[in-house]
């Protein structure tokens, strides 16, 4: 467990290598094999590693080393920790003749978190970011070979930034509005307004999408009432017979057979 500046209390690992060398056989025998009838060397690893994670956790709280600047002082930990072991090496007749920092790191959550919030200072713009990710998926659409309405989440892809745009910007937004036009002379007939503009639809069939189409053509391209349609501002596709404004066009259902 070590105190970090900016993190607060984390969790750390260390990995590493060390070299042992028997300077002393009897010194050994005395100390560590003594009336042991199975001596491995495993006894020896274990116990010179756990004299090692003292020594460890002992140097990196004395140093106060920032979290962050660990990796840089690999090797002079390294050299602390085995000058700080080796006197208690050396009493059983072994010599630490070497010892290696290869790694140090934080549990994967902590470094989770660490890339998650260093991703953040990268990217900078926030708004270019948020324009680039409303592109993204468009981009990757277009490439998708199940097929789809490329149209479609063209739009609406390219509704979705303009609102993020005129959201993060509300001066561009406003920039963007029209306009009032020259008032004319009082002589000049008023021109009349423009009809307002029809809705666009799309028609879904055999897994594929059609359209758009003016709701006068709907008919001729096979509108049936079980034929999927959508258009701008529907949640989802629909049943034609369950959109009202689409159900006055289709003849009526016959009553069920007697």
Not at 45 to 66: C, E, L
Not at 70 to 77: D, G, H, K, P
Request: aromatic share 6%; net charge negative; hydrophobic share 40%.
């Amino acid at each position: 467990m070590c105190q970090a500046a900016r993190l607060g209390p984390v969790r750390l690992r260390a990995y590493g290598t060390y070299n042992v060398r028997i300077v002393q056989p009897e010194v050994l025998l005395q100390e560590l094999v003594s009336t042991d009838g199975l001596f491995q060397v495993d006894e020896v690893s274990d116990h010179i590693r756990n004299m090692i994670m003292t020594a460890f956790t002992s140097s990196i709280g004395a140093a106060q080393v920032p979290l962050f600047d660990l990796a840089s002082r690999y090797q002079e930990i390294s050299n602390t920790i085995r000058q700080n072991v080796q006197a208690d090496v050396q009493r059983f007749g072994l010599d630490l003749t070497q010892l290696l920092i290869e790694n140090i790191s934080l549990p994967p959550e902590v470094e989770a978190a660490l890339d998650k919030r260093a991703s953040i200072g990268v990217l900078g713009n926030m708004q270019q970011y948020t324009q680039y990710q409303v592109a993204n998926p468009i981009e990757q659409s277009a490439q998708n070979p199940s097929g789809g309405n490329s149209f479609l989440e063209l739009g609406v892809g390219l509704a979705m930034a303009q609102q993020v745009t005129n959201a993060l910007n509300p001066n561009a937004a406003q920039s963007q509005q029209p306009l009032a036009a020259a008032p004319q002379p009082a002589t000049s007939p008023a021109a009349a307004p423009p009809p307002p503009p029809q809705p666009q639809w799309y028609l879904s069939r055999d897994g594929q999408t059609f359209g758009p189409f003016p709701v006068n053509q709907l008919l001729q391209q096979g509108l049936t009432a079980q034929t999927y349609v959508w258009r701008s501002g529907m949640n989802g596709w629909q049943f034609a017979n369950a959109v009202p404004e689409l159900a006055v066009l289709l003849p009526p259902s016959p009553p069920p057979a007697p």
